[in-house]
């Protein structure tokens, strides 16, 4: 129920920039559909005047069946302006917009758990299903609706009986068809549209390790496998779809069976000259009229339950670990950079990566931590970033309490190297400018120059307006680690952290790139997370973490001689 509210509230506010185009699209349908009414009814008097002879009022009737059809035509001008240009111009990128906002609002978790390619597909879903929407409500569902009550009014000027007929007949199809199909097909679209996520998810994860898949001959596999979703994706709607089928059969031998009674009911009224020849000619226009569109009806109907289905599906799926419980807490000020973990217990699923850990950075302080694969110094950073909440215990920053504060504010204050470095797929311009989007090519080429990369991308033909490729795939790992360097030095934060920050650089660049962020860092505190104890020789401190707790911690001159052989990179 909760979820059902979330989801009405969401689809309204995508119409929030809309409202007043919205109004005039679906009321020009109507319109339109409504004139249809009139122009049947002109056609009626055009016949009996026709027959009688009376000539002035055929040409009267003439000019006002055209006048109504010149309207149609406008109404459906107006319809159409409004929705392919107007609405879709404003709509379709706040609804994209929107979209990706509340996907990026889940949790570190919903990241790790979902497939990118899942949450692109529900993304783009949300968005070309409103444009679906609108274009069925608009060009279908009511001007359908206008139909069929245009010419249920006009067999009631008829004839009552063939009103009642027509009425119980064409609602019964209509409530049945949808009825029958919404219980069948529901259960199957919501099916059908998980497996095209998880199709999606597949496809994308296939195109990100292509090379691995390559290399060890494994496309084929994978390609069946992909066959083998989509099919079964498939199998749902066929499923759905031949059951439909034969039901339209059945129900139109029903309507030709009523139809046919009817028919020969209007005879008999038209030879007691109870109803004139243009009455009956309307009668069967009507009948065939409500024909079409009770059935078209019934497939608009069903096209946007399934419209509705999908967007609800593809809306719990990018708001199903919406996190973003702490956008209204209050702005962290961090003016001096001190850390501090207090008892804290982690764990992520059911081995606890931290139980009762503490550490304290003092401001300004240089700590480096170093442990053997799998030790926890990532999730060291996770917690403090906010990715993941404590089970236990406080983190503080500056003896405040993270969370108390929003991440948004503390992001302002703690910059972050991660392990794995991924660029944009856009130039190594734009990817420095992520750390600060203000920053003038000035700032950035400066940054370039301290991350030890600026040679480098001036030898390129492109030289800061290179493409780095998808993931940063044209750079190798060393220059891609460089760039993300670069970005720091950008940025002013108290807190920097390094996770395995030059671990792809020779030597030689890596003592450079050292000696520099020292140099630029003199008041910053900083967390160098390694796995090489020579990439901590400038700490302040080092830290000696295994399996989530502090074994041993001291200055580099005594850590280092004493763990010099030991090997951190093995795993645990
Ligand atoms: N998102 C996650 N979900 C579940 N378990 C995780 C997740 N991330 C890490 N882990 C587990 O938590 C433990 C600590 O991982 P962490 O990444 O902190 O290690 P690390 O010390 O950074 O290792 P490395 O030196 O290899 O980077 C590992 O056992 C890892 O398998
Ligand atoms: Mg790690």
Request: hydrophobic fraction near 40%; aromatic fraction near 10%; glycine fraction near 6%.
């Amino acid at each position: 129920m909760q979820k059902d509210k979330l989801f009405k509230k969401f689809l309204l506010s995508l119409y929030a920039p809309v409202r007043a185009l919205t109004v005039i699209m679906l009321t020009a349908s109507v319109l339109y559909g409504l004139s249809g009414l009139f122009k049947q009814y002109f056609l009626k008097n055009i016949i009996d005047f026709g027959i009688d002879g009376s000539y002035s009022k055929l040409y009267l009737n003439i000019g006002l069946m055209l006048g109504f059809e010149v309207l149609g035509i406008i109404f459906t001008y107006v319809q159409n302006i409004t929705r392919c240009i107007k609405i879709f111009r404003k709509q379709t990128p706040y609804v994209s917009e929107k979209s990706f906002m509340l996907a990026t609002k889940n949790g570190y978790s919903f990241f790790a758990d979902n497939h990118s390619g899942k949450i692109c597909s529900a993304v783009n879903d949300i968005t070309n299903g409103v444009f679906n929407l609108n274009k069925n409500l608009s060009t279908h569902f009511l001007v359908l609706i206008a139909t069929m009550i245009s010419n249920l009014i006009l067999l009631a000027g008829i004839n009552l009986i063939i009103f009642a007929s027509a009425f119980v007949l064409f609602v019964s199809i209509i409530v049945i068809r949808i009825w029958f199909f919404s219980k069948k097909y529901n259960p199957l679209i919501r099916d059908a549209q998980s497996l095209e996520f998880e199709y999606n998810g597949m496809l994308n994860d296939a195109l990100l390790n292509i090379t691995s898949l390559k290399v060890y001959n494994s496309i084929k596999i994978f390609s069946e496998n992909l066959k083998r979703k989509k099919k079964q994706a498939n199998s749902n709607v066929v499923h759905a779809h031949k059951n439909e089928f034969t039901f339209g059969a059945i129900i139109n031998i029903i309507y030709v069976s009523v139809f046919a009674g009817l028919i020969v009911f209007s005879i008999s009224l038209l030879k007691k000259n109870n109803i004139s020849i243009g009455s009956f000619v309307i009668f069967i226009t009507s009948m065939i009229a409500l024909k079409n569109a009770t059935t078209s009806f019934s497939w608009s109907v069903i096209e946007l339950n399934t419209l509705l289905i999908k967007l609800k599906n593809a809306h719990e799926i990018i708001s199903s670990k919406n996190e973003d419980k702490d956008s209204h807490l209050p702005n962290i000020n961090i003016s001096s950079g001190s850390v501090e973990f207090k008892n804290v217990s982690f764990k992520y699923k059911k081995d606890y990566v931290f139980k009762d850990f503490s550490i304290k950075l003092q401001s300004g302080e240089k700590v480096g931590i170093i442990g053997v694969s799998g030790s926890g110094k990532t999730t060291f950073t996770n917690l403090l970033f906010k990715f993941y909440e404590p089970e236990k215990g406080k983190i503080l920053v500056d003896s405040q309490n993270i969370s108390e504060f929003s991440s948004d504010s503390l992001y302002e204050s703690i910059s972050y190297v991660p392990q794995e470095t991924l660029l944009l797929h856009s130039t190594i311009l734009e990817n420095v400018k992520l750390a600060r989007p203000q920053a003038t090519e000035n700032d950035v080429i400066n940054s370039c120059k301290r991350a030890e990369i600026h040679d480098f991308i001036m030898s390129l033909e492109d030289g800061y307006n290179t493409i780095v490729g998808e993931r940063g795939i044209k750079l190798s790992g060393g220059q891609r680690q460089r760039i993300a360097l670069a970005r720091i030095f950008l940025r002013n934060s108290k807190i920097i952290i390094f996770d395995e920050a030059t671990s792809s650089l020779d030597n030689n660049t890596e003592f450079k790139v050292q000696e520099n962020i020292i140099k630029s860092f003199k008041n910053q505190t900083l967390i160098c997370i390694a796995h090489r104890l020579s990439s901590l020789k400038k700490m302040d401190r080092i830290v000696v973490i295994e399996k989530g707790k502090i074994i041993d911690e001291g200055s580099p001159k005594e850590i280092i001689p004493k763990y010099e052989k030991v090997n951190f990179n093995d795993e645990i």
